[in-house]
């Protein structure tokens, strides 16, 4: 019997966190899965532990985690020709790297009472669920991608 990989979530983490990335409530995965709530709630624990996420982390930071490691395959984008502006484009990077509206904010460059306003604008413009949703279509229109490629050489990524 092969000993499992260390870096790579379980095929029953696997399920839990693809559903996460797709936007599904814990109550949603448990009812999806057959699975209680509280094993939704420990498969996505041990998940986060295995990709790095440090104590804490939003669904956004676990999801963009996931993806990052590829570790499950991000959505479908609902639909074509969706564009982000700069400002939105941090404020993506925000809540993947920063779980607290004040740093989020900071990070975006925004006033924290907007990160609410701005990021249910986003979700509204993407059609995503949640912010672990809109992370996962991020990622299927490039976002991530891009930005990593166009930091300049030497730049934290």
Do not use: W
């Amino acid at each position: 019997m092969a000993t499992p990989d260390p870096s790579h979530i379980s095929k029953a983490q696997q399920r839990v966190a693809s559903l996460v990335v797709h936007g599904h409530s814990n109550v949603g995965i448990s009812a999806k899965l057959h699975l209680s709530e509280s094993t939704v709630r420990t498969h996505i624990t041990k998940g986060s532990t295995i990709v790095g996420c440090p104590s804490g982390s939003s669904r956004a930071m676990y999801a963009h985690a996931l993806l990052m490691r590829k570790q499950v395959a991000p959505p479908s984008a609902p639909r074509t020709g969706i564009h982000f502006t700069a400002r939105e484009e941090r404020l993506l990077h925000a809540l993947v790297t920063h779980s607290r509206i004040d740093d989020i904010a900071r990070a975006a460059g925004i006033h924290r009472d907007d990160v609410r306003l701005e990021t249910d604008a986003l979700r509204c413009k993407t059609r995503a669920l949640n912010n672990a949703h809109l992370v996962g279509i991020a990622h299927s229109l490039k976002i991530f991608e891009r930005a990593a490629h166009d930091a300049p050489a030497g730049a934290a990524r």
